[in-house]
């Protein structure tokens, strides 16, 4: 990973999901444009796949809460008025 990556991808910590992907959507929109030299369209790819990677973190993340949330209902025995 080279210095402008890692500085990149750290300043994504701080990112909300949906910040994370307005900024993607953004990327792509710059590289779909076309008119970048090759070494901005790089550095835009590159911030695209860290963005891509924490929208995923995040989405992720949300699936083990819910596991989770889901997994705790269902351990909490019976409902009450439930047929046992």
């Excluded at 550095?43 to 963005?51: D, F, I, S, T, V």
């Excluded at 699936?63 to 046992?84: E, H, I, V, Y």
Aim: aromatic share 4%; charged share 30%.
């Amino acid at each position: 990973m080279t210095e402008n990556n890692a500085a990149a991808s750290g300043s994504l910590d701080g990112l909300s999901y949906e910040e994370a992907r307005e900024q993607l959507v953004a990327v792509v929109s710059r590289l779909e444009a076309g008119g970048a030299s090759l070494e901005e369209s790089l550095a835009l790819w590159e911030r695209g796949e860290a963005l891509a990677k924490r929208c995923e973190d995040w989405l992720e993340g949300a699936r083990k809460r819910l596991a989770t949330a889901r997994d705790a209902g269902n351990d909490g025995g019976t409902s009450p008025g439930a047929p046992q």
